[in-house]
């Protein structure tokens, strides 16, 4: 965090001082094609009414409160891995965890359903850290264009991230989460906005008339508590109506055709994309990626990755305190235990490190993710129980800041102006901040130091600090607009209704006691209308707000609480809101959008240079081949070759990609696998960065059920020239056996 903040100030005086925005490598074409092929063909009709409304021509016939179960159901997936190399991953804000490569492609998976009147909703999950608000504003603006204006809005549509940690960041909006990446990144938010419209218009495109199944059940084995001293501090008597201190619950909805042909399938489960950890380079979609591969492989076969036409979501809920790593944290340099409070030791938090199931990083991304594969599949399995009734949707945007807010005793109290603490500072056991803070700080035991260097950024008000407590404030960023907002205030708040299944769209990190609480309240409200609803917390929706604790865990000021923005209170102010909501659903009622999202897009800069040109090393050519591989190998053995490459930001390769595995067939060359397989991974190495000289190393884990025969790998890359035209080539090895 010390370096965080000197390298801000770098960063304010270099903006402050009119450095102007680097140029962009992204796409240049944002689906016009597609958006002109679907424009060729609406039906551009007048503004329907927010809830109940919407006629068009993919509404299920059938009875029109959907008594007979069926529903139009679409569902589509598109690529948004956008620049795997050279830019700061999202996630652990750690200088220096740049992208050096693919493991696993990011995909953008949408699925809509439709109702009898014609009332629909769409829900978008995406292979991002946080679901970034400006970028669905840009999605429902092109979605807009291509569909007419009222099909896909802010109110019907939902978009939720896994909280993977290990793809390209740059793609947020406020200055806080685009410091580590030198400001803010047109390819990889325009990746991500591409990429989420195409999957929409594709679910749009596939919609036909299906059933809808619901099933819950535990999963004990895939998630633990990171803070369970904070989740301790939770009344006793709230503690005991639960077995777990993290919610092991698997929600899922599956969708089949009229015939019980499977569509798609979504499910929810809180728990941290983090098997992934910091020293990772390679982008991963993490352990909920590597379960919708697999899950999606039953179905589309194991060549067609991110194709479809099967859609499984494996999405997030009340992850705030739940990790993957589930072996209890210990100290590296001593083998003991961590301090319970401070997760040190001797009073050194980088010591302090909780570990995944795995022997590596890797195999415990498998572990977790296949985990959620097999409870995910279960209750695919054993689905029969039959969603119906209408759809409906409500969605309102709140000022979170100095929010008056109503307890249930009747004290009013109020939010806070945004802030982060010290506690934020000293990162979690999942991965470590700077070494000179620790979790648990509370006002008055803070480094004075650390205040200073932050006066030179921002001095937080009197009002914030003594709002705050016991939060010992390190950065007063809801005070903080240089050069404009480091996070956001204006939140959108959500729920969605497919019948007897209420889908609530969480803003943040919600810890475990603070998603249960949210959706006891919800079901309430629903039980004192004589009404009985499935309530599902879907985390990390339409934007990111850091975390939200109890008021108990909050005082404290782990992580998460020093990680609450906008105060003590703020869990009591989404509260407050989420039963104003549901009560308004319930009576149909049509509410005020609120105030209108922020778009900095104009203002936004970034530090980071594009790609200056390529070179092949001296006697070569790109794509010579290195390294071949060996004659033979066996399956479970490891296949590693090495090109002569140039540099992958010149060229995305969305929906392609930078290599392929080959067996030879019937006479041809058969693709068997992409850079989006598990099996396979995708580096590059700058190796001169003033010859423009690089490296690319692609690794295949050979599969134990790979078929015997002649396999070859390819590599495909682009070239910089040093007048700036790009290239592309082919890199290709000498063939070698499975046997």
Avoid at 302 to 316: C, D, E, H, L, R
Avoid at 492 to 505: H, K, R, S, W, Y
């Amino acid at each position: 965090m010390k370096r965080l903040l000197l390298h801000s100030l770098i960063v304010l005086v270099v903006y402050l001082h009119s450095i102007r925005t680097s140029p962009a490598n992204g796409r240049s074409n944002y689906l016009e094609d597609t958006l002109h092929n679907h424009n060729a063909n609406v039906d551009h009709r007048n503004e329907p009414n927010r809830h109940h409304d919407e006629h068009d021509r993919d509404h299920p016939k059938g009875d029109t409160d959907n008594r007979d179960n069926v529903y139009g159901i679409g569902f589509g997936i598109a690529d948004i891995t956008g620049p795997a190399v050279e830019i700061n991953m999202m996630g652990y804000a750690h200088f220096g965890q740049d992208g050096g490569g693919i493991h696993t492609r990011l995909y953008s998976r949408a699925s809509i359903v439709v109702d009898g009147l014609g009332n629909r909703i769409c829900y978008v999950n995406v292979d991002l850290c946080g679901a970034p608000q400006l970028a669905k504003t840009l999605v429902i603006e092109r979605l807009h264009l291509a569909l007419g204006s009222r099909i896909y809005t802010h109110e019907n549509l939902l978009i939720s991230a896994t909280h993977t940690h290990s793809g390209p960041g740059g793609y947020f909006q406020y200055f806080l989460y685009i410091i580590t990446t030198e400001g803010f990144n047109k390819q990889s938010f325009y990746a991500i906005v591409d990429g989420i419209v195409e999957s929409i218009l594709k679910a749009h495109k596939s919609i036909k008339s299906g059933r809808i199944y619901y099933n819950k059940g535990d999963l004990l084995d895939a998630s633990a508590n990171r803070s369970p001293a904070s989740y301790a501090l939770n009344p006793k008597e709230e503690r005991e109506r639960y077995e777990y201190n993290t919610d092991k619950t698997m929600y899922m909805l599956k969708f089949t055709d009229l015939q019980n042909n499977p569509l798609g399938m979504i499910n929810w489960f809180a728990v941290h994309c983090v098997s992934m950890n910091n020293s990772n380079h390679l982008v991963s979609s993490d352990n909920k990626g590597y379960a919708a591969i697999k899950f999606e492989s039953n179905f589309n076969g194991y060549k067609n990755v991110g194709k479809g036409p099967f859609v499984a979501i494996f999405s997030q809920a009340n992850e705030g305190d739940s990790t993957s790593n589930t072996r209890e944290p210990i100290c590296i340099n001593t083998g003991e235990k961590c301090d319970r409070i401070t997760s040190t030791c001797g009073g050194k938090n980088e010591y302090c490190v909780s570990f995944g199931p795995g022997r590596d990083m890797f195999e415990s991304t498998e572990i977790i993710g296949h985990r959620q594969y097999r409870k995910a599949t279960e209750l695919f399995q054993l689905a029969e129980r039959r969603v119906s009734g209408p759809i409906a949707f409500i969605y309102q945007n709140i000022n979170m800041t100095k929010r008056l807010v109503t307890l249930e005793d009747g004290t009013e109290v109020k939010t806070c102006s945004a802030a982060l603490g010290h506690s934020f500072a000293a990162g979690t056991t999942d991965g470590e901040g700077d070494s000179h803070f620790t979790q648990g700080t509370t006002a008055g035991k803070e480094s004075k130091l650390f205040d200073a260097i932050r006066n030179l950024l921002k001095t937080p008000s009197q009002e914030s600090v003594e709002c705050q407590k016991p939060k010992a404030i390190l950065l007063p960023v809801g005070e903080m607009t240089v050069p404009f907002r480091w996070t956001a205030e204006i939140i959108p708040t959500q729920i969605l209704q497919i019948g007897d299944v209420v889908i609530v769209a969480l803003p943040g990190e919600f810890t475990t006691m603070s998603g249960r609480r949210i959706r006891n309240d919800v079901m309430q409200m629903f039980r004192h209308h004589r009404l009985k609803k499935e309530v599902i917390l879907a985390g990390l929706a339409n934007t990111y707000t850091n975390y939200v604790t109890t008021f108990e865990e909050y005082q404290l000021q782990r992580y998460e609480g020093g990680s609450t923005l906008f105060g003590a209170y703020t869990l009591d102010a989404y509260r407050e809101q989420y039963k104003y909501l549901t009560k308004k659903l319930i009576e149909k009622e049509r509410i005020p959008f609120g105030e209108q999202l922020p778009n900095f897009l104009e203002q936004e800069f970034s530090l980071k240079p594009g790609v200056f040109f390529d070179h092949p090393q001296s006697g070569h050519e790109f794509g010579d081949v290195l390294i071949q591989p060996l004659t033979s190998y066996t399956p479970e053995q490891t296949v590693e070759v090495k090109f002569i490459g140039a540099n992958p930001r010149n060229n995305l390769r969305t929906d392609r990609s930078y290599l392929t595995v080959e067996r030879f067939y019937d006479s041809v060359w058969e693709v068997i696998a992409t850079d989006g397989h598990w099996e396979t991974m995708f580096k590059w190495e700058r190796k001169n960065i003033i010859l423009g000289t690089s490296e690319v190393t692609i690794v295949w884990n050979i599969p134990k059920n790979c078929t015997k025969g002649v396999y070859r790998i390819r590599y495909f890359g682009d070239g910089k020239s040093f007048l700036g035209k790009i290239t592309s080539f082919t890199g290709t090895t000498q063939s070698f056996h499975v046997e």
